[in-house]
C-alpha cells in the first residue's frame, strides 16, 4: 500500500486527498497467459488480481514485491543488468585505452631502446622485436582490435543511456548524452590520454602490451591479412597510376622547352626512360 498525494487544480488548489493504492505483481510462466487489461476489460478493483490468478492456473501473485512510482520524467532506477554493462564498459575502455596506446609505444621506440631489447634475452622483450618485425600485422592487429573495443563501447554505453535516461523528450538532449558526451570521453581516454603516456614510456608500455598483442595478432591473423592483401593491391594500383601519370606529364613537358636548352632536355629524357624500365 502506497500513499499518494493528489492535487485537483482547477482554476483553484483543492484540498490535498489522501489515496491509497493496492498493487499486486502477476507472474505467469507463459507471457500469453498474462492479463491485458489496457485494452479493456472488467472494472479493476481491489480483488482484481486474486480473482485473475485463482481463475489460470499458469500465474501467480509474487510475494514481497512492492509497488514503486516516481513522477514523470524520473529516470529509472540504476538495475543489476545496468550495473554489470557499466563494469563492461569501464572495462572496455581500459582495453581501448591499452591498445590504442600501444601503436605509439611500439612506433615510437628509438634505435637505443630497439638496440636494448635485441641484446636482451627476456622473452618479454624477445615478443617485443618479433612484432616489430611484421609491422603491418601489427598495426592491422591494432586497428581492429580497437574498433571491436570501441564499437563495443558505442553499444553498450547506448544501452546504458536508454536504461537511466528518458529520450522521450526533445531530441537534442538523446543526441548530446549519447553521441556528443560519450564520443568525448572515448576520444580523451580511449585515444588522446593513453597516446600521450604511451609517447613519454614507451618501452614499459611496449612491454606491458607485447602479450596481448602477441595473442591478438593470432586470433585476428585471417583479417589481418585480408586488410594487408586488399590495401597492398589498392596501394599498387594508385603508386602505379601516380607514377604513370608523372611520367607522361614529364615527357609532355619535355617536348614543350625551347631548342635552347636541349643538353638538359636530353639528359632528363633519360630519366624518364629509366623510370619507364623499372
Excluded at 499486486?24 to 490468478?53: M, R
Aim: glycine share 6%; aromatic share 10%.
Amino acid at each position: 500500500t502506497v500513499m499518494v498525494m493528489i492535487s485537483l487544480l482547477s482554476g483553484f488548489v483543492e484540498p490535498i486527498v489522501p489515496t491509497s493504492i493496492i498493487a499486486d505483481k502477476i507472474v505467469c510462466h507463459d507471457e500469453s497467459s498474462l492479463p491485458n487489461w489496457g485494452l479493456g476489460g472488467p472494472d479493476i478493483n481491489s480483488s482484481t488480481a486474486q480473482d485473475f490468478v485463482a481463475s489460470v492456473d499458469d500465474c501467480f501473485l509474487e510475494e514481497g514485491w512492492q509497488f514503486q512510482w516516481a513522477f514523470g520524467n524520473t529516470s529509472n532506477p540504476v538495475s543489476f543488468d545496468v550495473l554489470i554493462a557499466v563494469v563492461v564498459v569501464l572495462f572496455l575502455l581500459i582495453s581501448s585505452a591499452l591498445v590504442s596506446g600501444s601503436e605509439v609505444a611500439y612506433f615510437s621506440l628509438s634505435p637505443a631502446e630497439l638496440n636494448k631489447l635485441r641484446r636482451s634475452k627476456i622473452k618479454i622483450d624477445q615478443s617485443v622485436i618479433r612484432l616489430l618485425g611484421i609491422p603491418d600485422r601489427l598495426l592491422a592487429t591494432i586497428l581492429v582490435a580497437n574498433n571491436f573495443i570501441n564499437i563495443g563501447i558505442v553499444i553498450i554505453s547506448a544501452f546504458i543511456t536508454s536504461k537511466l535516461f528518458n529520450f522521450s523528450g526533445p531530441t537534442a538532449f538523446g543526441f548530446i548524452i549519447q553521441v556528443v558526451i560519450i564520443t568525448s570521453l572515448l576520444l580523451f581516454f580511449g585515444e588522446i590520454l593513453p597516446k600521450v603516456y604511451a609517447s613519454r614510456y614507451a618501452i614499459k608500455f611496449s612491454k606491458l602490451m607485447a602479450k596481448p598483442l602477441d595473442i591478438s595478432e593470432k586470433v585476428f591473423r585471417p583479417l589481418n591479412s585480408f586488410l594487408i592483401y586488399s590495401t597492398s593491391i589498392v596501394n599498387r594500383k594508385f603508386m602505379q597510376k601516380r607514377k604513370n601519370i608523372s611520367i607522361a606529364e614529364l615527357s609532355d613537358a619535355l617536348e614543350l622547352t625551347q631548342h635552347d636548352i636541349s643538353e638538359d632536355k636530353r639528359i632528363l629524357k633519360g630519366i624518364v626512360k629509366f623510370g619507364n624500365i623499372y
